[in-house]
């Protein structure tokens, strides 16, 4: 069966770059202001794409040249996962044990050298930080923070975070006043952007459909709204392409996948899929 163009509750990557639609003015916004300041903080409701804009929208606007972005998350330790981030890219043999200010700027010095590319420290899920961390954790990461972004280094940080826990972040404030300036809200996807995000995997992988059926899809998923719940929809998506697959492998008299308002009642509800 052909890989879905549908990533159920997957998140995008760079190599998604054909089957990704819907957040162009997002990442035009988040490619402007990520050099407006080097701290950049993208949060907002969960579900509503914020780690595929940073993965795949936002990485597809820079050049192989243009950026090293180390992904992060927490893990058990969120320094520890930053240093061994750095270790993990970096072609000079580093210290073992990077845990204070004075070796962070060493490594991403060294970092630099061994690429000649700006550094990206790309912190997703960044809420982990104050669900499971301790002060003694942020206060340490947010020095090393300080001085990262106080020194003449080549590098930036995006953070990644669900709103509800941006009170947590105040705190940093303490040691980085201007940490809140820099920020991009990630809103739920528009009824007109969904849209897109149908038809125009679905071009990309010769699909046809069937006329209205966006906008049945979409009234079947949010009845009356102008928002859109992406993860229903993904997830949607991905199980009406197997059921289309399933249908056009039984009967050889179909030569081609479509998207049709039959199959569409015919796959059920969303919160069958969900469990």
């Not at 998140?11 to 770059?17: I, Q």
């Not at 988040?30 to 701290?39: D, G, H, I, M, T």
């Not at 520890?80 to 990077?98: E, F, G, K, P, Y």
């Not at 982990?128 to 301790?134: A, R, W």
């Amino acid at each position: 069966m052909p890989t879905s163009p549908f990533k159920f509750l997957d998140s995008y990557t760079k190599e998604d770059r054909d089957i990704f639609f819907g957040r162009t003015r997002e990442i035009e916004e988040l490619y402007q202001r990520v050099f407006e300041s080097k701290l950049l903080l993208v949060y907002g409701i969960s579900g509503t794409g914020k780690s595929s804009l940073i993965h795949c929208g936002l990485a597809n606007k820079f050049q192989e040249t243009d950026w090293l972005p180390l992904i992060i998350r927490r893990g058990g330790n969120i320094i520890r996962s930053m240093a061994n981030a750095i270790s993990a890219v970096s072609i000079t043999t580093l210290d073992t044990n990077i845990t204070t200010p004075v070796q962070f700027r060493k490594g991403v010095r060294s970092l630099y050298l061994d690429h000649y590319r700006p550094v990206f420290f790309i912190f997703d899920q960044f809420e982990e930080l104050f669900i499971f961390g301790d002060k003694e954790e942020r206060q340490e990461f947010v020095k090393i923070i300080k001085s990262l972004i106080e020194s003449d280094l080549q590098c930036r940080f995006i953070f990644v975070m669900r709103e509800e826990y941006m009170a947590g972040v105040s705190e940093f404030e303490k040691y980085i006043p201007n940490f809140f300036y820099n920020r991009v809200r990630i809103e739920k996807m528009s009824h007109l952007n969904a849209i897109e995000v149908i038809n125009g995997p679905c071009k990309a992988f010769n699909i046809k459909l069937e006329e209205g059926f966006a906008e049945a899809l979409l009234e079947k998923l949010n009845p009356g709204s102008d928002d859109v719940e992406l993860t229903y929809l993904q997830v949607f998506l991905d199980k009406i392409f197997r059921v289309a697959q399933d249908e056009k492998e039984s009967d050889k008299r179909v030569e081609e996948l479509s998207f049709t308002i039959p199959l569409l009642e015919k796959t059920g509800n969303v919160s069958d899929l969900l469990g």
